[in-house]
């Protein structure tokens, strides 16, 4: 691969140096004047790119640049399939699709990958704008050596997830929203003993959670912490320090009393084993009580069983303080993703390939990534995209639909939140506003790229660490083994694992990145 990129990289320095291209009134979005097809290899785990995709023949009509896919879904597996791909040494002109950041930030000093700092500075003013307005993401797409290797899928909004309660269950036995842990812990349990789903079985269960690591989170409630990110079992960051939860005593704490209210009942007994159908399974029956989940679709369930659960409302609260008075949500959406699509060394074409990136920073590139087509998919009201009714309505849901068109697909482009909000009921806006209207959101950690003596620590021992932990973890909650006797033991495993190593290489990273 070394021969190859040496080889290019006269024609990619004569084409840095290109003049941008300027584009006619009659064709804004142009990034040539005659048609450029490249190949792209773009895998987004339940798809690869499609040629067929309307939304790529409109980007293809409106900017010349016609992609060819050459991914295969011989894996549903992106990182596998990348690591297939950079073994081959035979990159496409673009490679694109989930979990670019580490992969691009890993290969790109050595050649791989085009850097596209000046590139963006000279010929991407839509994308060099918003970095500029985004310091803090620019940063943390940065490689170890300064450069930016990837343009970055930027999701939109603030929240994700919230808590979710039973308030025809509360009214049945004359409960209010529980506002602490101590009210959260009684309620749960008067779901647990005085049957509020009216059957005459002792078949409800208080709490459950789709994800189990939804339940390891209720840590925060005794201050703990089990991510900074959007991502489970992450690092988090406080005041430009960096830490990880599983190492910390308020987490012993937290752990401490969900092992208590598992031993109790007050969390769903299979809540390790009945995996993601456990929201589907539990609501529909009528024995589901509290949860944290997604705004969208848990809001979903008070439209899609008012008629099997009669008076069923579903609706969110506002984060129960914890011990230390505090009210906190853990999980926001993140602000920038790992997704993305990078510049390989054998595009012989990559002024106008940034060019093609910086479309979709554009207000029309924005709408044909989110919305569609206009006049197929939405039209515009009052100058904004909005889904036609057969959109909104249909069979299939909306994110699907867009999906299926190669709308919504993460490539590297910025999100609307506004194409969330109109496929979401009343109920999910009205929790959305009500977390709006609190502090509760903590800071958020953006990642770090590591340096290959870094990496090189981080690889020797995290994944060890971590599986460790997380296995403590649940042995711990379903009572197999005592926090309180093990906590001292389990401190020193970890740091004999290379923890202490670990924290060091992620905050010398951090430092560079973002101080």
Do not use: C
Request: aromatic content about 12%; hydrophobic content about 35%; charged content about 25%.
């Amino acid at each position: 691969m070394n021969v190859k990129i040496t080889a290019l990289s006269t024609v990619i320095a004569a084409t840095l140096a290109a003049p941008t291209f300027a584009a006619s009134p009659d064709g804004a979005y142009k990034v040539a004047d005659k048609p450029i097809k490249l190949d792209i290899h773009l895998h987004q785990k339940k798809f690869v790119y499609s040629n067929d995709w309307p939304v790529e023949k409109e980007a293809a009509r409106l900017t010349n640049m016609h992609l060819n896919n050459v991914a295969s879904m011989a894996t549903t597996k992106s990182e596998e399939a990348f690591n297939l791909l950079i073994a081959s040494g035979e990159l496409p002109a673009i490679v694109g699709g989930s979990s670019m950041k580490n992969n691009v930030n890993t290969y790109g000093p050595e050649g791989a990958f085009v850097p596209l700092n000046k590139l963006i500075e000279e010929h991407a003013p839509n994308i060099k704008a918003f970095f500029d307005a985004n310091p803090d993401i620019a940063s943390s797409i940065k490689a170890a050596d300064g450069n930016i290797y990837y343009i970055p899928y930027l999701p939109d909004g603030k929240y994700g997830r919230g808590y979710f309660i039973r308030y025809d269950w509360l009214n049945k036995l004359g409960l209010k929203a529980p506002q602490n842990v101590d009210e959260m812990y009684e309620v749960l349990k008067a779901f647990r003993d005085q049957d509020p789903n009216g059957n005459g079985k002792k078949d409800e269960v208080p709490f459950f959670a789709r994800h189990w690591q939804e339940m390891v989170r209720l840590v925060t409630l005794w201050d703990g912490r089990t991510s900074g990110s959007d991502s489970f079992h992450d690092f988090h960051v406080v005041e430009g320090e960096i830490r990880h939860g599983y190492a910390r005593n308020e987490y012993k704490e937290g752990i401490k009393n969900l092992a208590k209210w598992y031993k109790e009942g007050l969390i769903d007994a299979e809540v390790f084993t009945r995996g993601s159908r456990s929201r589907d399974y539990l609501l529909s029956n009528d024995t589901g009580g509290m949860t944290h989940d997604w705004f969208a679709s848990t809001s979903g369930y008070n439209d899609k069983l008012k008629d099997k659960v009669p008076g069923f409302e579903f609706k969110a609260m506002i984060p129960p303080a914890g011990i230390s008075g505090k009210r906190v949500e853990e999980h926001r959406r993140a602000k920038v993703k790992p997704d993305g699509w990078a510049i390989s060394y054998t595009n012989e074409y990559p002024v106008e390939t940034i060019k093609y990136f910086d479309f979709w920073f554009t207000q029309e590139g924005k709408r044909l990534a989110n919305f569609g087509i206009e006049g197929q998919h939405y039209e515009l009201v009052d100058g904004k995209a909005q889904f036609k009714k057969e959109i909104l309505e249909g069979d299939t849901p909306v994110n699907a639909q867009m999906w299926a068109i190669g709308a919504q697909v993460q490539r590297g482009f910025p999100m609307d939140y506004q194409n969330e909000v109109q496929w979401s009921n009343k109920y999910a806006l009205e929790g959305i506003e009500l977390y709006d209207q609190g502090d509760y959101l903590l800071e958020p950690f953006m990642g770090v790229s590591l340096n290959a003596k870094e990496k090189e620590v981080f690889d020797k021992h995290w994944v060890t660490i971590r599986d460790y932990m997380v296995e403590m973890q649940q042995a711990w909650i379903l009572g197999s083994r005592d926090i309180e006797a093990d906590w001292d033991s389990y401190q020193k495993s970890i740091e004999r694992m290379g923890y202490s190593k670990v924290i060091d290489v992620m905050q010398s990273a951090y430092d560079r990145a973002y101080k």
